[in-house]
């Protein structure tokens, strides 16, 4: 594919990095030459210095013969402005980063297509949705949701207390045949290799294991793993930014008790006016004595979303010290994925994945509805949309040639989710959801096709 990028920030130089991974055809646009300069020395891509709503930069890129054009610069006048134009000028597909939600909300209303933009993302409403979703599953490090909950990707350590760990997916299956939850990723305790479990895969201790569940899988996969999911009803924020006030906003309009810390005055007084639900504390959240003295202890869950990753990071280890049974940290670096459960951090969000993940279901081929990275593992689990043509309609699962290193997850059909087993008969209009490694996305995509 032909992709072109306005904008080298953060989210348009991760984009680029991931693309160009995937042997993309990559264009970056901007108008800064330092940050066009990185891109152009670490990236394998082409780059031009310019600002991306000309109409000559624009045919520069060859934009009548782009296949996707991405608008992820600061300003989300540019964003639109471009897709419009690339648009009108021939690409395929547009989307365009927002931050002013409304313009998501009302999108089928003032009609955005009409105007040449395909799809609106914003990583800051990603963002906010995701710190939600993990509040709702308070015992997993890791959360994601198909068609509003019908299958749930849950991942989560498994201890000790596991009832299943010493035995294989087969012998766990034995025990407990009424489970609405199967294992789709496993990475070993101090290892960075993912695995697609098998049958004969052993349990162990220590292991970060990713689950598909259906409705009550939740629950199950608790009780059998000693985990306890949490009712949590009052959070703290660190942090006045657009996902800090997001995230209070749409907490607080759902009845949780939520304190917000802001170290600008300005700031806080703003949020205030905006959210008189909320509590905004004018202070440095970092202070250890502030935190006691606005109860810390007290909090079901701390949620670190400032501008400085390491200080979310610290202020979340201080919270852990305090007693508080979730934290949630926002961070820019993708490394800290790797850091986050060792360090005793449960859950980690970064902006630039979460976009990546909505962007990248444009790339993969055959109907993809939904899909996402796995945090800190070498896989993506993505939902197809089941047609007339594809190689698996109408085909019992375990008569499929499905590579081996992907694993069907789920079903979902008539809005309802399924855990599909070797037996499971594919039909037109299902959505399945699919975990595979890296190297058979392909093999995966064309059977979906």
């Known amino acids: ?132 979703l993990s509040l709702k599953q308070s015992s997993f490090n890791d959360n994601y949701e198909f068609e509003e909950g019908a299958l749930t990707m849950a991942g989560l350590t498994l201890s000790k207390e596991a009832q299943f760990v010493g035995r294989t997916v087969k012998e766990a299956a034995q025990i407990f045949p009424e489970l609405h939850f199967v294992p789709i990723a ?23 294991v990713v689950f598909i569940t259906s409705e009550g899988g939740a629950e199950e996969l608790c009780k059998l793993t000693g985990k306890i999911n949490r009712e949590i009803k009052s959070v703290m924020i660190l942090g006045g930014t657009e996902i800090g006030y997001k995230t209070a906003r749409d907490l607080s309009d759902k009845g949780f008790n939520v304190k917000l810390l802001e170290q600008s005055k300005e700031r806080a007084f703003e949020i205030a006016d905006n959210l008189p ?52 940290a926002l961070v820019e670096n993708m490394d800290y994925f790797e850091l986050s459960h060792s360090i005793g951090i449960d859950t980690l969000i970064n902006k630039k994945l979460l976009a990546a993940n909505n962007i990248f279901r444009y790339i993969r081929k055959g109907e993809v509805v939904a899909m996402t990275k796995l945090s800190n593992m070498n896989a993506e689990l993505l939902e197809f949309e089941v047609k007339a043509t ?4 109408n085909k019992v699962i375990k008569n499929i040639d499905f590579p081996r290193s992907a694993i069907i997850g789920g079903v979902i059909r008539n809005g309802v989710g399924l855990i599909a087993l070797g037996d499971f008969k594919i039909q037109e209009g299902d959505r399945v959801v699919v975990c595979s490694l890296l190297r058979s996305i392909k093999g995966v995509e064309k059977l979906f096709l």
């Open 1 to 132: 594919m032909k992709i072109i990028i306005a904008g080298a920030g953060e989210v348009g130089f991760h984009l680029a990095k991931l693309l160009s991974f995937e042997s993309q055809e990559i264009t970056l646009i901007d108008t800064d030459k330092d940050s066009l300069a990185y891109a152009d020395n670490h990236l394998d891509i082409k780059v031009i210095k310019g600002d991306a709503t000309s109409i000559a930069i624009l045919k520069e890129s060859r934009v009548a013969s782009s296949d996707l054009v991405i608008g992820v610069t600061s300003s989300e006048t540019i964003n639109i402005t471009v897709c419009v134009l690339a648009k009108q000028l021939g690409a395929k597909r547009t989307i365009a980063r927002i931050s002013n939600t409304e313009f998501i909300n009302h999108k089928d209303e003032v009609g955005f297509t009409k105007f040449g933009i395909d799809e609106l993302i914003s990583p800051e409403a990603l963002a906010a949705s995701e710190i939600e």
């Open 186 to 208: 496993i990475q070993r305790a101090g290892t960075q290799y993912t695995l697609i479990p098998r049958g004969d895969t052993v349990f162990k201790k220590g292991d970060n």
């Open 277 to 328: 639900n909320v509590l905004v504390i004018n202070s440095d959240g970092r202070d250890v004595d502030i935190l006691d003295e606005e109860s810390i202890s007290d909090m079901d869950a701390f949620i670190a979303v400032g501008d400085n990753s390491e200080t979310n990071i610290m202020s979340c280890l201080v919270a852990k010290t305090k007693g508080v049974k979730k934290s949630i």
């Open 390 to 393: 594809s190689a698996i309609c």
